[in-house]
């Protein structure tokens, strides 16, 4: 398996403009998680999804972002109008189930590395 | 509080010794614990998973403590190769569908030749 696949995976653009993430989850995995990680706080859940359902997007920062999981294999993370405060690396993970032991184990992507100028 | 704290080092530790993490957590219904670790610039990997009754990996083992809300790292005989950050990380299922992970900011390690 490719492992989880992301793009763009570098991405500058400026302040105002629309960003899309985009995210392959490995086949099969029930579960995708949309992460931000900076050096101030960390890694960050911003949303996740169940079989294509998002579950809780209580970590979305604010209206500007948002996110989508059309089918299975595809989930996008768009920000509009993007602002600096967004830059960060923006990670995808997927994992098998939410069930106990292994299933809990999330695979990463190598992320989106964002600066907004 | 924090969800999950770490000390974020750098630990500078010479090739071959011990060294030791720790981690606490304040959600006391967190039902899986996890070491992932991340190379810089680099996504995190899971290095392994932590069980009530303790668990070694090789050179490396972990421990946890419910009654404490604590979580540990020990590696022996550190490697060059042992250069990164451990992310501690703490998970919770509600069922129906709802779980998930909280990551410490981790803590970085260096070991020096």
């Known amino acids: 398996d490719a492992g989880v696949i992301q793009s763009p995976r570098h991405e500058v653009t400026e302040m105002g403009q629309e960003v899309t993430l985009r995210c392959k989850p490995i086949?099969?995995?029930?579960?995708l998680f949309w992460y931000r990680q900076t050096m101030m706080r960390g890694l960050e859940l911003l949303i996740y999804?169940?079989?294509?359902?998002?579950?809780?997007d209580s970590g979305m920062p604010e209206d500007r972002f948002s996110a989508k999981m059309p089918n299975a294999s595809f989930s996008t993370l768009k920000i509009q109008p993007s602002e600096p405060r967004d830059s960060a690396v923006y990670f995808c993970?997927?994992?098998?189930?939410?069930?106990?032991?292994?299933?809990?184990?999330?695979?990463f992507g190598p992320g989106t590395r964002l600066t907004v100028t | 509080r924090k969800e999950v704290e770490q000390d974020p080092g750098p630990f500078n530790v010479p090739e071959g010794a011990t060294v030791a993490f720790n981690c606490t957590y304040s959600?006391?219904?967190?039902?899986?614990f996890f070491w992932y670790r991340q190379d810089c610039r680099k996504e995190p990997k899971l290095l392994m998973s932590v069980y009530s009754s303790g668990n070694e990996d090789g050179r490396f083992t972990a421990q946890l403590n419910r009654a404490s809300q604590y979580i540990s790292l020990l590696i022996r005989d550190s490697k060059l190769s042992d250069s990164a950050t451990y992310l501690c990380?703490?998970?919770?299922?509600?069922?129906?569908?709802?779980?998930?992970?909280?990551f410490g900011k981790g803590t970085k390690l260096s070991v020096i030749p």
């Open positions: 959600n006391s219904a967190s039902q899986s």
């Open positions: 990380v703490v998970g919770f299922y509600s069922g129906a569908g709802s779980y998930q992970l909280t």
């Open positions: 999804f169940n079989n294509n359902v998002p579950i809780d």
């Open positions: 993970a997927s994992s098998l189930g939410g069930g106990t032991g292994n299933s809990y184990e999330q695979y």
């Open positions: 086949s099969g995995h029930d579960y």
